[in-house]
């Protein structure tokens, strides 16, 4: 025999007991497998990663967790967003943004070109608010804060729905006790997955990124007045 040649059995072998026998390599059934401690985003220490650099932005996720395969999953949501195109414009259903420019258009069935004037009309008046035109409310903004919105959609099946979870987990590692929590621009935060049965549970989650700016000084307000 070719003295080059070597006995792999003993690898061979090895490679069973930490993968199993197995060549099946479904993420449904690590368990089964024996490779469970080699998934990915299996623990809050080695999560999923995913990176978000635009505001606003949704993040959907739609798997399966439990019996066989993973009964916790977390990604980390790394966020480096770029103020200068974040777009600060949010439409509410039924309604669309409108544009300006500053062209000087002739009248047109009697209606004149608008003028505007930013220190006039600064209060309510008759449950009307004052519009917001114009500019980038992140760009120059220091101490801006963006919201993380966390939303179960559900599959519809409210006997597997009752025992999926799903949670915002801080920078440090915490379960954040809300759906809705404040980050800053270059930050990031975690999602915890979680199976609460020894069953196989789809799962449909939606996690809405800069749908609402604060500055630091307006969420400590918040803070203060959610305190009493």
Known sequence: MDESAKDVTQ??????????ASDNTNPAYLSSN???NYAEGGSIQSPQSDKVTI????????????LFGKENHF??????????????????????CGQMDALDYPTINTYVQATTDDTKDLTTINTYV?????ENKLRGRSDAYISVDLSNLKTGN??????FDVRLY?????????????????????????????????????????SEYLSGLNLEQERYANSF
């Not at 409210?158 to 025992?163: C, E, N, V």
């Not at 920078?171 to 979680?194: C, S, T, W």
Request: charged content about 25%.
């Open 11 to 20: 690898r061979i072998l090895n490679r069973h007991i930490i993968y199993g």
């Open 55 to 66: 505001v606003p932005f949704t993040l959907g996720y739609s798997d399966t967790v439990g």
């Open 170 to 210: 801080t920078k440090a590692r915490q379960e954040h006790p809300y759906d809705k929590m404040y980050v800053r621009l270059n930050d990031f935060f975690y999602i915890g997955f979680h199976a609460r049965n020894t069953r196989r549970l789809p799962y449909n989650v939606s996690c809405v990124i800069g």
């Open 75 to 96: 990604v980390k949501v790394n966020l480096s967003i770029d103020p200068s195109v974040a777009l600060d414009c949010f439409e509410e259903p039924g309604w669309r």
């Open 158 to 163: 409210k006997y597997i729905d009752a025992w």
């Open 130 to 134: 004052p519009a917001e035109v114009g």
């Open 34 to 36: 024996r490779s469970l």
